[in-house]
């Protein structure tokens, strides 16, 4: 059967601060994220199948993706665990705001990485994550392909 790719879209709002980096980004700032998702698989051929035709419900791909990512990252402040801005994260939590430490730089290069793991653990075995685009603006998004992967 054929395959196909389906994708979806998410937003969310993200902020971070990237540690000893040399420019303006170093600054605690934030960002209006949008991710696509893209899925290949091939459509349900068992017409007794509730989702009959479908490679995945979008609504299955919404809720992993919301699960892991968009929940997780939304209105968060992310930090490289190892930053000196530990102390400003714990304060942060301390105060009731959300805060996440990571074991990697948040740039989107990285997250896009840490994204693909995430959502790869939680699809079916017959849907492979084909890709992902991670906008942090209007201009700038970084890209996971599986194919670069292998």
Same mark, same amino acid.
């Given at each position: $059967?054929?395959?196909?790719?389906?994708?979806? =879209?998410?937003s969310f709002e993200t902020g971070h601060a990237l540690y000893?980096?040399?420019?303006k980004?170093?600054?605690v700032h934030g960002h209006s994220y949008n991710l696509y998702v893209t899925v290949i698989g091939s459509p349900i051929s068992d017409n007794s199948n509730v989702k009959f035709g $479908?490679?995945? /419900? %979008?609504?299955?791909l919404k809720k992993i993706v919301k699960e892991d990512i968009v929940d997780v990252f939304d209105h968060a402040t992310v930090f490289n665990k190892n930053t000196p801005?530990?102390? +400003?994260?714990?304060? +942060? =939590?301390d105060r009731g705001h959300n805060v996440l430490l990571v074991d990697y730089q948040p740039t989107s290069e990285m997250m896009v990485i840490d %994204?693909?793991?995430k959502? !790869?653990?939680? +699809?079916? /075995?017959?849907? !492979? +994550?084909?890709?992902l685009k991670l906008q942090e603006t209007a201009t700038s998004f970084a890209e996971w392909y599986a194919s670069d992967n292998e």
């Amino acid at each position: $059967m054929s395959k196909i790719r389906i994708t979806k =879209q998410f937003s969310f709002e993200t902020g971070h601060a990237l540690y000893g980096y040399d420019g303006k980004c170093k600054n605690v700032h934030g960002h209006s994220y949008n991710l696509y998702v893209t899925v290949i698989g091939s459509p349900i051929s068992d017409n007794s199948n509730v989702k009959f035709g $479908m490679v995945i /419900d %979008f609504g299955d791909l919404k809720k992993i993706v919301k699960e892991d990512i968009v929940d997780v990252f939304d209105h968060a402040t992310v930090f490289n665990k190892n930053t000196p801005h530990v102390e +400003l994260a714990k304060e +942060l =939590q301390d105060r009731g705001h959300n805060v996440l430490l990571v074991d990697y730089q948040p740039t989107s290069e990285m997250m896009v990485i840490d %994204f693909a793991e995430k959502i !790869k653990e939680r +699809l079916p /075995d017959n849907i !492979k +994550l084909h890709s992902l685009k991670l906008q942090e603006t209007a201009t700038s998004f970084a890209e996971w392909y599986a194919s670069d992967n292998e």
